[in-house]
């Protein structure tokens, strides 16, 4: 097992371990954001039919190749043509149509005139212009050609992606399949957020945190409780998260004398594929595979609820996009001006909690105070996490740094751009 | 009523009429991405109690004052403080307590040391060095102090705001009612996605699209289905909406036969606020108030899948986002260059279609073809809207022009920038 690995080399271990999930068959109204695991092809051309782009009159351009303002042509009204229903008969030499939006356009007609620009005298019709070929028609196929391809595989499915199979008539879509967490804490200390905080206990919010980080992603985990301080406990719930795709714990993981969480895995016969990362908050964080042919992957995460977050934010939430289906698997960065001088030792890689504020063009990172792992107002006062590369030791005021976007609202447009 | 007016006065009409919605209190555990009503307080320290931030030995710093390497001091191991459990006694003179992380600090300690500093002899400890003042200990209100307001008004919760709620054992809040949004579509020409296409119809896929843009938003629709083209049933299926906050309905609010959609409102009492708007595609966009006291807004969206969607991104999408408490309402949006020549007519606003292409630190934007609004390919082609301003007539290649982001995965990273 690799130990003390830089960041690059863990995330480069992680995604090699979480290939894209497979495919399965889901309704189409419910397959927002999923990834395409198929190209979808039409099955009929869109629009189905030449059809009206507006409400008027469909006529024969061979009528009123000679009308013009002062020799207006007159043609006889045959019938009408409704939204929905097709056309009675064609049309013959002479006549015209009247034709609603979106209505088929008749047999024998090879154009649309406006209402507008038409006169009604008496039964019929009188037109001063010609109009162009195919002036106001929507030719069948215009959109969509039958048997073309529509959507590629691995395209996200959003509004208009949905429109477009509900346009073709396609009611189920083979999109990746998404992962099944599970998520459990250790620590005799904790109790559930309702629990009784007396005798030196503290509220869990790991899984609150972790379970709202699935959330984001569209996941509901799967959440196993608090496992108390001895392997039995431990192995009990792991054994209960086997069936997920992933397991993420939190807490358990580093040297103490009651961190059993390694040697449990050991003995689950689990592969652990690296432990101990480069980076602060969070360097005692476990990777592993559990037993069992395509077994759940497992991350073990440190305890302070900083840690655990930002862990899983760099970690778990790229590889959770991958089995998605996901290619870009991080979250939005930016470049961003230091508002102040950061130091730290070289060899870690550090993420700075950091609020975010425009000011004239640029983007202006403010640190959010204590940064000790545990202070978890450390996060809810950020917008994004600062990277304070590893070898660096010194950041100056005003220096330009790489912030990872955590706050989706501060990407968000106060002004609508009109 | 205002007709045929500009972008920006439609925006601020529907605006001025969709305030944010009252507080409702819901379980913390579901108030994923809502926006806090109330400020919320403190009911007790975080952490509660003095604890050990390390696994070592809890000690009192006077009986160390004089330790250093050649110099050891040695202590008596009194007894064990385990998580979650108070010391049974006090620390007295010469005593040391094994203490785990997260513990609760003994009375009378006053530091930590590492169990890596300290050498086990026999019963008792040597240490060679004195701890710092409050050394490796983490103080009770360090993270946050009781009464402090901790989130405020305002803010929305993510998954930090969450773990913060478990912490201080806060197990509902209040939040920012969701709008109730009820869609329909209308025209004897539609069917539903999975219906018979014989005879000149067409499957509706604005319900789908729209509703997608709903559940984007974290909104579950209510679908009403497709209002044939008469008064009453067009009357039937409004009245069937009127306990929704926003009805969104699409197609039949313009000026042809069977546009009967302005004349039912009339019929409803409704304020007409405006009819049409100076863009493209989108012009035939109505906004009204149903009657009732607090009756839903009413949105009559164009039926072309193009111009449905568009609206709805332009205003619809505003209107809710204010609705749910957000402040800031609108998409991302970027400069983007222009790859190649757009014109236009002078006097709307037009929005183009764009996939968007990042090439050394800049964004092109290329039209996605045929910009019909009937042509749904070229949304599920785009990843923005480019803003074409109402007075311009031509942009020229290499132009730089704002782009709305669509694609919530054109923003995320391919790299993590680590």
């Known amino acids: 097992m690799r130990t003390g690995i830089g ?17 399965e068959r889901v309704p189409a109204a419910r397959a927002l954001g999923r990834i395409l695991c198929e190209p979808i ?19 024969r351009r061979a009528d009123l190749l000679g009308a013009a303002p002062e020799r207006p042509v007159e043609l006889a009204l045959a019938f009408e043509v409704a939204a929905g229903a097709l056309a009675a008969r064609a049309l013959r030499a002479g006549e015209a149509a009247r034709i609603l939006t979106g209505a088929p356009i008749p047999p024998g007609a090879d154009a649309v005139v406006r209402q507008e620009d038409v006169e009604r005298v008496g039964e019929g019709l009188r037109l001063r212009a010609a109009p162009g070929p195919g002036e106001n028609v929507r030719p069948a196929g215009e959109d969509v050609r039958a048997g073309e391809e529509v959507l590629a595989a691995g395209t996200r499915l959003g ?72 392997p039995e406990d431990l192995e009990r719930i792991f054994r209960a998260g086997l069936s997920a795709d992933l397991v993420v714990s939190s807490a358990g993981v580093s040297v103490g004398d009651r961190d059993y969480v390694r040697g449990v895995l050991e003995k689950l016969g689990a592969s652990l594929l690296f432990f101990g990362v480069q980076i602060k908050p969070g360097y005692p964080l476990v990777f592993a595979r559990l037993p069992r042919e395509a077994g759940p992957l497992f991350f073990g995460l440190p305890g302070n609820p900083v840690s655990a977050m930002v862990t899983f934010e760099e970690f778990v939430r790229p590889a959770l996009r991958q089995m998605m289906g996901h290619r870009a698997l991080f979250r939005p960065t930016l470049r961003a001006r230091l508002a102040e001088r950061l130091a730290k030792p070289a060899g870690r890689l550090h993420f700075v909690r950091v609020r975010l504020e425009r000011r004239g063009g640029e983007i202006v990172a403010f640190a959010t105070g204590n940064q000790s792992s545990g202070v978890l107002r450390s996060l809810t006062r950020a917008q994004g996490l600062l990277l304070f590369p590893a070898e660096e030791t010194e950041l100056a005021p005003g220096a330009s740094a790489a912030v990872q976007v955590l706050d989706p609202d501060f990407l968000a447009a106060e002004e609508p751009g009109f």
């Open 41 to 59: 092809r039409a099955g009929r051309d869109l629009p189905p039919a030449d059809n009206s782009a507006m409400d008027g009159y469909a006529v």
């Open 159 to 230: 509004p208009a992606e949905l429109g477009m199979l509900a346009a073709l008539g396609r009611s189920q879509v083979a999109v990746h399949q998404r992962p099944r967490v599970a998520l459990l804490s250790s620590g005799d200390e904790l109790v559930e957020p309702d629990g009784d905080l007396r005798g030196g206990r503290i509220a869990s919010s790991n899984s609150s945190s972790l379970a709202a980080q699935c959330r984001e992603l569209g996941l509901e985990p799967v959440y196993l409780g608090i496992a108390r301080d001895t």
């Open 7 to 23: 960041a690059a080399e863990a995330l480069r271990i992680v995604l090699e371990n979480a290939p894209a999930l497979p495919a």
